[in-house]
């Protein structure tokens, strides 16, 4: 993905930012109401505004979470505003947080050839048994929210596990900035163990073709 350099004022001063991808880009998260998926998009979109793309947008695709039911988010950023807050059909990345709903086709639909499929599994991409032309990338978010406690009434949160996955696979969203805005959402008991669970998936995410 072309890489562009971008500069932000920050009270009188000029501070560069990480490079952002040239042109616009859209991510579909899917997961399960109580996961944290509307969360995850918001913080993808805040951490790329941060990084200095002009367009930013993060809206739920079916209505409001409820607990253990199939929900999804979309995201949108873009080097030049934009206005579109639909439903992403043809995304460039898809982010699942539970991958037991592979089994349903509309996960993966549309996702582009040459784009980025993020798993929550404990499987090697090339294990998924998924083709269409675009990268695979994995990582065992469940495993690792459970060991630091990561729990709320019996669910498994992974959305920040699983966002360790999309930075180091795409790097569309520079990592330090996916931590600046978790550090103003999580409390202050919360944020340790948050990014935790994001750099522990960051380092062990595996990618296709890859060991």
């Not at 696979?169 to 994001?198: P, Q, W, Y």
């Amino acid at each position: 993905m072309p890489l562009k350099s971008s500069e932000k004022q920050i009270k009188g001063d000029t501070l560069k930012s990480p490079p952002i991808a040239t042109g616009s880009y859209e991510i579909r998260f899917h997961g399960r109401g109580g996961q944290g998926a509307m969360t995850a998009a918001k913080i993808v979109a805040q951490a790329a505004y941060l990084q200095g793309y002009q367009g930013v947008t993060a809206t739920p695709s079916f209505g409001a979470e409820r607990r253990g039911v199939p929900v999804s988010a979309s995201v949108r950023i873009s080097e030049k505003p934009i206005m579109v807050v639909s439903g992403v059909e043809e995304p460039d990345v898809v982010i699942v947080l539970d991958h037991s709903l592979l089994k349903y086709q509309e996960v993966i639909s549309g996702l582009s050839r040459d784009g980025w499929l993020v798993v929550n599994s404990w499987h090697h991409p090339d294990e998924l048994g998924i083709s269409g032309g675009f990268n695979i990338a994995t990582a065992d978010a469940t495993s690792i929210c459970q060991e630091l406690g990561l729990e709320v009434a019996g669910l498994t949160v992974v959305n920040t596990a699983i966002l360790g996955a999309f930075t180091r696979a795409t790097e569309l969203v520079d990592r330090a900035n996916i931590e600046i805005v978790m550090r103003g959402i999580f409390s202050d008991k919360g944020i340790d163990i948050n990014l935790a669970a994001f750099t522990k998936a960051y380092q062990i995410t595996r990618l296709s073709g890859r060991s």
